[in-house]
């Protein structure tokens, strides 16, 4: 029987300002390249892609950013989303652990995607844009943006990467519900797209070069923009939400996590539960206790653990500026599992810099011991996990069954940042035995990781 | 931009008890008869079925039934669901009407199916039983009952309707998740599906075989019993908690409907909208204003608005008793179309004894119309519905277009049942237009009313 728990707070209780981790950092990320002179980027150089008001966030030493008012509102209809005692999975395992979950499935769409899609849509709609262009591997960014130009009166256009286009329809669906407009990418509209079908007509696709061809387009009209789902300054920002709920809701459970965990691709849904806990630490005062916070990432993607610290692109045709990132290369083309929202070559430069000053752990898992972490769950709490997810519920377990051996009764907190309702498919699979477990090619690593631009800045 | 306004309870607020139309019909629903006597069925007929408790809850007369603690212990991990007031869709629609929703597709399994699988899980574990058997065609309750076995360790059998198991895995795919079996019906494993697929070993399968293999089974175990996910009394009073929390949503808005609107397969989610309103005005005082109540069925399986009021079986091989309502006659076997779960020759007996009563109106409408209102929906509301509840969506849409003609602002409240997260290959298809209204066999609805048992009692 379900001993679940639900902390929920009240709509008054919902955070008004996102929590920016750069006021709190002991030093500063490395700058931003542009890949022309290689000197920082100025907010001018990035106008082009996005509107000045995301830029000025991208960029923004201010601890604490309003979140207006219009966006509170549409948050509203989901949030403050619940936070979850786990005390059947515990049970289930037997351990004297305490289990707890942030829950985003809850938004329209289905993941944490919303917390930035719905922003991105309202500055660029103040800013008087029509029309928005983005890239999506699964589907859940793509989704996500679709919902919120619905919402705004902004068109869409996604590029999904061409194998998920072919093999996930139910996503696109979704996109096309919301009446965005979905193509297969590598495509024939951009000059990224049709070089890489040149060279081979059956190109699968990759996020790096969808992403090539979102942002060429957008930097061809001006009334179109680009907006990017995850890595960026101001995408991880407005995750943080999900963290500042958290923070207020282990407060009304009368706990406070030893371990706090999220699930990791470009870093977005980890941020947001990680860093308004990490900035309690960095500030010290009475809630500063040192909590092991952990990324967890695909073994078949493994930026964080493997990847190296370097200046790379976002993208594959190289369009994007040099960031400082932990990164595969450029060139890296993951293979295909089913986490498609994990599949990408680098990490947030944020994310990787708190590595680096050792603020965070690392660990990877592959997909088979996820899905089983995710079905444990899902016979425990009822909500079966989106693919990605089952990477911060395998940890979590994994951390669950560390403290049943040392008999400690450690407080867990881990962030499901989405269900899994488009993915069953992944789940037939998995019962079906027909599920394995994937590696990438050391050999094109090397290759991939040689090939890093060598900017040291 | 959405104007989406929630109105959340507490779990303080959360319903103690459910609420029983019985007690408060002017004039009783006619008796239920046993197949063979024709006399009315007693508890100890359906025994071998059903645990006492439900049996006494089928029959009672009681006005409110106590949720018993542990039911609404995991009831509080999705509920008190909320009510939504749609004010982008009223502005879409440039409607002077005040649009409410109810929204049931917060549980785990996607809609209001778990309201009634958790209590009979429970009671069930109560009797000390092991196993539940049940039918399923899209799949909305067979997981909705799966999810609840994996709560409360009950093993679960489901027997989905052949032609929905063959075409819409990922439903098996979620049931599989949560533990449960599912077996394509008609099956080997029965009577009644061996003697079927004697005739024809192609059969797609229909709801009321895949009832009759469950009961059988059912009834030759003592630890087994069969569980039924809509049309039976206590299950449409588990529903009624919907209804109940929608009254004081209603009073928290400030606001009271003129129009209550549900979708009607089996009658279980209409039911739990309307009942308690319907007692609101039965037992007449201070909210006893009379409201139209209106039930939404499919054109292609219209039991309310083309059925006969008329004793009929429940299921294909006429093992279940004979129940009073409005039927297209048991060996009718409705076409195909999207809208599995209110794919069903019957209508719940209470449901019927209503609707003769004059309490209720009914409607139906064809899927495409449906399809193209939840879209309406979907673009301005951001939850894209279930194809059951797109029909609620549909009556509710044309109701506001009325009031706009009339130019009155009456308030329309519908219940949302569920989410189509399931269902994307459905809107895939509308928008490829390949969605086509579908109707019934006129001549194969006469054969199957001309074949009805022609017992008056």
Chains 1, 2 share one sequence.
Not at 57 to 84: C, D, G, K, M, N
Not at 362 to 369: D, E, G, I, V
């Amino acid at each position: 029987m379900s001993d679940t728990i639900k902390y929920l707070l009240s709509e008054e209780q919902m955070p008004k300002d996102w929590y920016n981790l750069a006021a709190d950092l002991p030093t500063p990320a490395p700058a931003v390249l542009h890949p022309g002179t290689l000197q920082p980027v100025g907010p001018d150089d990035l106008a082009p892609l996005f509107p000045m008001s995301l830029i000025m966030q991208e960029v923004s030493q201010e601890r604490r950013i309003e979140i207006p008012e219009p966006v509170r509102q549409v948050l509203r209809q989901w949030r403050p989303a619940p936070l979850f005692r786990a005390r059947a999975l515990e049970k289930a395992l037997g351990t004297p652990a305490k289990i707890y979950y942030k829950y985003e499935g809850v938004s329209p769409a289905g993941s944490h995607k919303p917390n930035t899609a719905i922003p991105q849509a309202f500055y660029n709609r103040e800013a008087g844009i029509r029309k928005l262009t983005t890239e999506t591997g699964a589907g859940q960014w793509g989704s996500s943006l679709s919902f919120a130009g619905a919402l705004f009166g902004i068109s869409v256009e996604v590029f999904q990467v061409r194998i998920s286009y072919d093999q996930k329809p139910y996503r696109r669906a979704l996109m096309e519900t919301y009446g965005a407009t979905c193509v297969a990418s590598p495509s024939n509209q951009t000059a990224a797209g049709r070089a890489i079908l040149a060279q081979n007509p059956n190109h699968p696709g990759s996020l790096g070069i969808a992403i090539s061809e979102a942002v060429e387009l957008a930097a061809q009209r001006d009334d179109t923009k680009y907006a990017l789902g995850s890595v960026l300054n101001h995408v991880l920002l407005h995750q943080t939400i999900i963290g500042e709920e958290a923070i207020l809701q282990m407060e009304m459970a009368g706990d406070d996590p030893d371990v706090v965990i999220g699930c990791a691709g470009g870093g977005s849904n980890f941020a947001g539960i990680a860093f308004p806990f990490l900035g309690l630490q960095l500030r010290g005062g009475a809630n500063a206790k040192k909590r092991r916070i952990i990324a967890v990432e695909p073994a078949a993607c493994p930026s964080l653990t493997r990847g190296k610290y370097a200046y790379d692109f976002g993208d594959t045709a190289h369009l994007t500026p040099l960031t400082k990132m932990h990164t595969l290369g450029s060139t890296f083309t993951p293979p295909g599992f089913h986490a498609g929202g994990l599949r990408y070559h680098g990490m947030a430069p944020m994310v990787s810099h708190a590595k680096e000053l050792g603020l965070i752990e690392a660990q990877a898992y592959h997909q088979t011991a996820c899905f089983e972490a995710g079905v444990t769950f899902a016979r425990a709490e009822g909500i079966v996990p989106a693919p990605e997810s089952n990477h911060a519920v395998k940890a979590a377990i994994e951390e669950a069954l560390r403290c049943k051996r040392e008999g400690k009764s450690e407080t867990i907190l881990f962030n499901l940042s989405g269900h899994g309702h488009f993915d069953m498919m992944a789940y037939t699979d998995y019962f079906a035995g027909k599920l394995q477990d994937v590696n990438y090619d050391e050999a094109a690593l090397a290759t991939a990781l040689a090939g890093l631009p060598g900017v040291s800045a």
